[in-house]
Each structure stands twice: as structure tokens, then as C-alpha cells.
């Protein structure tokens, strides 16, 4: 590994996009950790997308990247942020097998800003050269200050520190975004140990979870999560019902309301309440009332996915509950991942897009495994331990800049990063109404699978950064 040496490619273009044409300048190279020795430990892998035809001293700069942990930028990076994107007729039936296609992206951000994706530390490109390093780059907080080095090294490298600072991370994305502000800042507390002093102006958190191995929002799940059910409910089967929007907005008053103490005064119930609060359910998600009685009127994500479709013969994608695969009552022998309704439809096409389509256009010329989702290497090495806890993080920021402003974006069919729970934490973080921004899209974990979803979800980013 002494010998190891970085890789650098460039690549020049044009994009035709709805707003004229955007030429480009994209270098896709490894950034370097090394040991106290000198010699290289780490890499994390970058794809900076620069307009070239615009002065970029100050031009905003967002920085993008997934979640996992473990996960590359690839989803981000084919779905939306690339200067080409998945090419599907139908979003909700992709291709599973090959050939697959990208098309230009013809509503690409870098009209607004430029555009850096981020494939940390054994993800993707990147790579942990130093097995016997792992505990220095995987857990949130030591992630947090290895993406901050290399943020810090980036905009050194491209004499940027005069341009506004964006961050867009997306399901664990959205934990790694409000450490990295704060360590981006970087006091005494930080893991550097230095004041590195660069604020960031805006953080877009795409499937929303800052919870896990922190506390919780103090309020109860179900109502939150009874939100994105009636919203897959109902995009299974509509009739009888409002309008999706006004469908939803009863779901979430029955749920912070009614559904609320209910819960809290289940024995207290008259047999007439808790019949009609069964009812109710049912109503809203599909789910034959007999299963909530039996299960005292609560019902997680995961059980609903099985549920809500079992008497028509099918699941629902927990990543997005737009998409169904047969049911099955075997449950214990399948995948989380692979055999999940959605993420077994559109993995194939985007990985193998990332390796093949956009590696080409990239001028990248590397015998690496690309590394989609590194869940062995990565994510089972994962401890969830916090100097400060993410949502702190964010209301500090608030605090130390009236200027810092939280994008909250969520899809509707999002079985797993509720929009619920988006909604609920904009009610809960301790920062002023005005520097929350809030849009739901009617997609699910990545809220830009879908024409309509995807421009609406562009054009409310395009807005927020200007």
C-alpha cells in the first residue's frame, strides 16, 4: 500500500437542460488520509462538478452524499445530482435486467451551484488501505471529521473558502449532515482538535432520521408513522377516498389527535371506542381491524408493508410502498435489502449504470470494485455513540447563524425514514419557524424517483439555494 497512488480524471461537456445549455468541467479523484508514518491509511473519492462557463469564486458549492452507513453517492448521483440520470419509462417498474440507459439530466443544478459527490471511506471508489484503521473512520463521529477534512482540503485545493456552503445528505446522509456542521465549525468539543471555522449556509436532509442511538423525539411513533401508511394505502387503493393530499392531512389530524390519547387511554376505552378507533385504522391503511385489536391498535413499518396488500397477494417496498412484490408469509428468509419490493427493482440499473454509462462519460480509467453499499466492510463496524447528538447540532447551528437554514424533504411512500417523522421534527428542534423549509413529494425513500417528483424536488432546491 506504500506505492498506492491517487487517482485524478477529467472530463469536459455540455448539458442541453430546460434552462439553456450548462457546460461542465467534472474531476473525479481520491482524496488521501495518511498515518503519522506518512503513509496512506484511507481514501474518499469525489466527483466535482464545476461550471465552466461561470466565475466560481463565490459560487455556491453543494456537497452530496448518501447514507448506509456504507453506502457510495451512487442513488444521489444517477438519480438527481449528475449531469445524466436514470432513464426510466416507468419509475416504478425500472428495468431489472440489462441493457440499461441514462439520459442527460435536462433540470441539472449546476446552473444554481457546483456540485461535489462524496463516496466516504470504503464506499464506492474509496477505500480503507488500513484494515487495523477502521475504528478511526466508522462511526458517526469519526465520519463526521474525515468528510470535514476532506471538505476543508476541497475547498483549499479550489480556493473556494469564499463560497457558500451547501450539504445534502440522504437517510443515514441525514445523521452524518448536522455533525459535520458542527464539526465543520469545529470548537473544543470537535473531533480535529482545531478551529476550523466554516459555516455552512443550508443542510438538505432528503429521508429524514436523526434518531438512531440518540434519543428520540418525545412523542409516540405511530401517529407519525400512520402518515406515510395511509399514504401507501392510498396509492393502492384510492377509491372511497379524498384526494391524496386531503386524504393525508385527515391521516395526520386522526393521528396527532384522537389516535394520540387513544393510545394512551387504551383500557380506559369503551368496547364501542375501540371498535371505531379499529375501524378508523383500517381506514386509513388497509389493514384488516382484527390485526390492530390483536395488536393493541399499534402496527410497525415493517408489519404494515405485509399487511396492506396481503389480501390483494402483494408487499410493499418499505424503501418506497409504490412498489410490490408477490407475498410471502416467510418473511425470516428474506433479504432486507435485495428482496425489498423497491431497492430490488432499481439497484441493478443504478450500480450498474454508475460502473458502466457514467464511469465512461467520466474518463474514468480504474481496475476498482465499486462498492455500492459496503455493508460487511462498513456498516457492521457502526457504533452509534454522539459527542453532541444530531438534532443538537442542528439548533446550535441555528443558534450561532440566523442565516442557517434546514431543508427538510420527504417522500411520501417512504416506509423507511417516515415523512411523519419529518413533520415531527420540524415541530420539535428548537430552531425558528423561518429557517425550516419543508416539501413532501410524492415518491418514496428517494424522493426523486419519478418525473414529476424529480422537478418539483429540483426547482424547491434550485429556490432554496438561491
Known amino acids: 500500500m506504500e506505492n498506492w497512488t491517487p487517482a485524478h480524471f477529467e472530463a469536459k461537456g455540455t448539458i442541453q437542460t430546460q434552462n439553456g445549455p450548462v457546460s461542465y468541467l467534472a474531476i473525479s479523484e481520491d482524496h488521501v488520509f495518511y498515518d503519522e508514518t506518512g503513509a496512506p491509511e484511507a481514501t474518499i473519492f469525489s466527483y466535482s462538478y464545476f461550471r465552466a462557463d461561470a466565475p466560481q469564486a463565490d459560487r455556491p458549492v453543494l456537497f452530496v452524499y448518501n447514507g448506509g452507513p456504507?453506502?457510495?453517492?451512487?442513488?444521489?448521483?444517477?438519480?438527481?445530482?449528475?449531469?445524466?440520470?436514470?432513464?426510466?419509462?416507468?419509475?416504478?417498474?425500472?428495468?431489472?435486467?440489462?441493457?440499461?440507459?441514462?439520459?442527460?439530466?435536462?433540470?441539472?443544478?449546476?446552473?444554481?451551484?457546483?456540485?461535489?459527490?462524496?463516496?466516504?471511506?470504503?464506499?464506492?471508489?474509496?477505500?480503507?488501505?488500513?484494515?487495523?484503521?477502521?475504528?478511526?473512520?466508522?462511526?458517526?463521529?469519526?465520519?463526521?471529521?474525515?468528510?470535514?477534512?476532506f471538505i476543508e482540503a476541497w475547498l483549499r485545493k479550489y480556493d473556494r473558502r469564499n463560497s457558500p456552503i451547501y450539504l445534502a445528505g440522504e437517510s443515514y446522509g441525514t445523521i452524518r449532515t448536522p455533525l459535520l456542521v458542527q464539526e465543520l465549525m469545529c470548537g473544543p468539543t470537535g473531533a480535529a482538535g482545531k478551529m476550523r471555522g466554516i459555516p455552512?449556509?443550508?443542510?438538505?436532509?432528503?429521508?429524514?432520521?436523526?434518531?438512531?442511538?440518540?434519543?428520540?423525539?418525545?412523542?409516540?411513533?405511530?401517529?407519525?408513522?400512520?402518515?406515510?401508511?395511509?399514504?401507501?394505502?392510498w396509492y393502492h387503493k384510492p377509491e372511497g377516498k379524498k384526494p391524496l393530499r386531503g386524504h393525508l392531512e385527515d391521516a395526520w389530524k386522526f393521528g396527532t389527535g384522537k389516535y394520540l390519547t387513544s393510545l394512551y387511554l387504551k383500557n380506559s376505552l369503551s368496547a364501542q371506542e375501540r371498535q371505531e378507533l379499529a375501524e378508523t385504522l383500517t381506514y386509513f391503511t388497509d389493514v384488516d381491524a382484527a390485526y390492530f385489536k390483536e395488536h393493541d391498535y399499534r402496527i410497525t413499518l415493517d408489519e404494515f408493508s405485509h399487511q396492506v396488500g396481503k389480501s390483494r397477494g402483494f408487499d410493499v417496498g418499505l424503501y418506497d410502498g409504490r412498489y410490490t412484490m408477490p407475498h410471502t408469509e416467510r418473511t425470516e428468509l428474506l433479504d432486507p435489502v435485495i428482496d425489498d419490493p423497491a431497492m430490488g427493482a432499481y439497484t441493478p440499473s443504478m450500480t450498474a449504470a454508475m460502473e458502466t454509462i457514467l464511469k465512461k462519460k467520466l474518463n474514468i480509467v480504474l481496475d476498482r470494485e465499486y462498492k455500492a453499499i459496503a455493508f460487511k466492510e462498513v456498516n457492521m463496524h457502526w457504533k452509534f455513540e454522539y459527542l453532541v447528538p444530531p438534532r443538537t447540532c442542528?439548533?446550535?447551528?441555528?443558534?450561532?447563524?440566523?442565516?442557517?437554514?434546514?431543508?427538510?424533504?420527504?417522500g411520501l411512500y417512504d416506509l423507511v425514514t417516515s415523512p411523519g417523522y419529518a413533520r415531527a421534527l420540524k415541530n420539535q428542534l428548537d430552531v425558528a419557524p423561518e429557517q425550516i423549509v419543508h416539501h413532501e413529494y410524492e415518491s418514496g425513500h428517494m424522493p426523486y424517483l419519478g418525473e414529476e417528483s424529480f422537478h418539483r424536488l429540483v426547482g424547491d432546491i434550485r429556490a432554496f439555494i438561491r
Open 70 to 149: 456504507g453506502s457510495s453517492c451512487v442513488w444521489m448521483h444517477t438519480g438527481m445530482m449528475g449531469p445524466w440520470r436514470m432513464k426510466y419509462e416507468d419509475a416504478v417498474h425500472p428495468p431489472v435486467n440489462p441493457p440499461y440507459e441514462m439520459k442527460e439530466n435536462d433540470d441539472w443544478l449546476l446552473d444554481t451551484c457546483d456540485i461535489v459527490m462524496v463516496d466516504p471511506v470504503g464506499t464506492g471508489y474509496a477505500r480503507l488501505l488500513k484494515p487495523e484503521k477502521a475504528e478511526r473512520y466508522y462511526g458517526p463521529g469519526n465520519d463526521a471529521w474525515a468528510i470535514a477534512e
Open 394 to 410: 442542528l439548533e446550535r447551528a441555528a443558534r450561532r447563524n440566523p442565516d442557517f437554514r434546514i431543508f427538510l424533504g420527504a
Open 200 to 233: 455552512v449556509k443550508g443542510v438538505l436532509l432528503l429521508g429524514t432520521v436523526l434518531d438512531i442511538g440518540a434519543t428520540p423525539l418525545p412523542v409516540p411513533r405511530e401517529p407519525m408513522d400512520l402518515y406515510t401508511e395511509a399514504a401507501v394505502a
